[in-house]
Protein backbone atom coordinates (compact mmCIF):
# COMPACT_ATOMS: atom_id res chain seq x y z
CA UNK A 1 0.00 0.00 0.00
CA UNK A 2 1.49 3.30 -1.19
CA UNK A 3 0.81 6.34 1.28
CA UNK A 4 0.78 9.82 -0.20
CA UNK A 5 0.95 13.04 1.87
CA UNK A 6 1.22 16.65 0.30
CA UNK A 7 2.35 19.47 1.68
CA UNK A 8 3.25 23.18 0.43
CA UNK A 9 0.03 24.28 -0.35
CA UNK A 10 -1.22 28.06 1.13
CA UNK A 11 -2.38 32.02 0.38
CA UNK A 12 -0.08 33.26 -2.22
CA UNK A 13 -1.01 36.62 -4.12
CA UNK A 14 -1.31 36.76 -7.99
CA UNK A 15 2.05 36.61 -9.52
CA UNK A 16 3.57 34.34 -6.89
CA UNK A 17 5.35 30.99 -6.34
CA UNK A 18 4.33 28.19 -4.33
CA UNK A 19 6.28 24.84 -4.22
CA UNK A 20 4.11 21.88 -3.45
CA UNK A 21 5.87 18.73 -2.35
CA UNK A 22 4.47 14.72 -2.27
CA UNK A 23 5.97 12.14 0.15
CA UNK A 24 5.46 8.52 -0.93
CA UNK A 25 5.75 5.66 1.55
CA UNK A 26 4.63 2.17 1.46
CA UNK A 27 6.09 1.07 -2.29
CA UNK A 28 8.79 1.39 -4.54
CA UNK A 29 8.65 5.13 -5.57
CA UNK A 30 11.06 4.96 -8.24
CA UNK A 31 8.82 2.63 -10.24
CA UNK A 32 6.08 4.87 -10.72
CA UNK A 33 4.72 7.47 -12.54
CA UNK A 34 3.23 10.16 -10.76
CA UNK A 35 1.26 12.81 -11.50
CA UNK A 36 -0.93 16.32 -9.81
CA UNK A 37 -3.86 16.93 -9.91
CA UNK A 38 -6.60 19.81 -9.09
CA UNK A 39 -10.45 20.20 -8.05
CA UNK A 40 -11.63 24.01 -7.89
CA UNK A 41 -15.00 24.20 -5.68
CA UNK A 42 -18.30 22.67 -7.29
CA UNK A 43 -16.23 21.13 -10.18
CA UNK A 44 -14.31 18.24 -11.41
CA UNK A 45 -11.22 17.01 -10.46
CA UNK A 46 -8.98 17.77 -13.19
CA UNK A 47 -4.97 16.83 -14.99
CA UNK A 48 -2.53 19.45 -14.18
CA UNK A 49 1.17 17.75 -14.61
CA UNK A 50 2.90 13.82 -14.63
CA UNK A 51 6.33 12.74 -14.37
CA UNK A 52 7.88 9.38 -15.35
CA UNK A 53 9.88 7.18 -13.28
CA UNK A 54 12.90 8.47 -14.90
CA UNK A 55 11.80 12.01 -15.08
CA UNK A 56 12.50 11.53 -18.86
CA UNK A 57 9.23 12.15 -19.65
CA UNK A 58 6.62 15.52 -18.22
CA UNK A 59 3.40 16.12 -19.74
CA UNK A 60 1.58 18.91 -18.64
CA UNK A 61 -2.48 20.31 -18.70
CA UNK A 62 -1.68 23.49 -21.47
CA UNK A 63 -3.11 26.33 -19.28
CA UNK A 64 -0.29 25.90 -16.84
CA UNK A 65 2.78 25.11 -19.36
CA UNK A 66 5.41 27.79 -18.92
CA UNK A 67 4.14 28.29 -15.38
CA UNK A 68 4.56 25.01 -13.37
CA UNK A 69 7.45 22.52 -13.54
CA UNK A 70 7.01 18.75 -12.05
CA UNK A 71 10.07 17.40 -10.84
CA UNK A 72 10.82 14.16 -8.38
CA UNK A 73 13.71 13.02 -6.21
CA UNK A 74 13.81 9.41 -6.56
CA UNK A 75 16.21 9.21 -3.25
CA UNK A 76 13.54 11.38 -1.43
CA UNK A 77 10.16 9.83 -2.49
CA UNK A 78 9.68 13.10 -3.25
CA UNK A 79 7.76 14.19 -6.29
CA UNK A 80 7.29 18.43 -6.27
CA UNK A 81 5.49 20.92 -8.19
CA UNK A 82 6.57 24.38 -8.85
CA UNK A 83 4.25 26.88 -9.42
CA UNK A 84 4.99 30.25 -10.42
CA UNK A 85 3.08 33.09 -12.11
CA UNK A 86 -0.07 32.35 -10.17
CA UNK A 87 -3.31 32.99 -11.12
CA UNK A 88 -6.20 32.83 -9.11
CA UNK A 89 -7.95 30.38 -11.52
CA UNK A 90 -4.99 28.09 -10.45
CA UNK A 91 -7.03 28.48 -6.72
CA UNK A 92 -8.02 24.66 -5.98
CA UNK A 93 -7.09 21.30 -3.54
CA UNK A 94 -4.29 19.99 -4.68
CA UNK A 95 -3.74 16.36 -5.04
CA UNK A 96 -1.33 13.92 -5.52
CA UNK A 97 -1.12 10.60 -7.71
CA UNK A 98 0.90 7.42 -8.23
CA UNK A 99 0.68 4.68 -10.85
CA UNK A 100 1.39 1.29 -10.54
CA UNK A 101 4.21 1.43 -13.68
CA UNK A 102 6.75 3.62 -14.93
CA UNK A 103 5.47 5.06 -17.91
CA UNK A 104 1.98 6.19 -18.73
CA UNK A 105 0.24 6.32 -21.43
CA UNK A 106 -2.75 8.54 -20.58
CA UNK A 107 -1.10 10.91 -17.93
CA UNK A 108 -4.41 13.02 -18.13
CA UNK A 109 -6.64 9.93 -17.39
CA UNK A 110 -7.63 10.15 -13.10
CA UNK A 111 -8.12 5.77 -13.99
CA UNK A 112 -4.41 5.48 -14.56
CA UNK A 113 -3.67 6.64 -11.45
CA UNK A 114 -3.97 3.74 -7.88
CA UNK A 115 -3.30 5.79 -5.18
CA UNK A 116 -4.22 9.66 -3.93
CA UNK A 117 -3.13 11.74 -1.07
CA UNK A 118 -5.35 13.77 0.51
CA UNK A 119 -5.02 17.13 -1.13
CA UNK A 120 -3.31 20.76 0.13
CA UNK A 121 -5.06 23.98 -0.72
CA UNK A 122 -3.92 26.62 -2.81
CA UNK A 123 -5.42 29.68 -2.59
CA UNK A 124 -4.78 32.47 -5.16
CA UNK A 125 -5.72 35.66 -3.84
CA UNK A 126 -4.78 39.64 -3.16
Known amino acids: QVQLVESGGGLVQPGGSLRLSCAAS????????MGWFRQAPGKERKFVAA????????FYVDSVKGRFTISRDNARNTVYLQMNSLKPEDTAVYYC???????????????????WGQGTQVTVSS
Open 51 to 58: INWSSSGS
Open 97 to 115: AATVSPDILRPAMSSEYMY
Open 26 to 33: GGTFSSYA
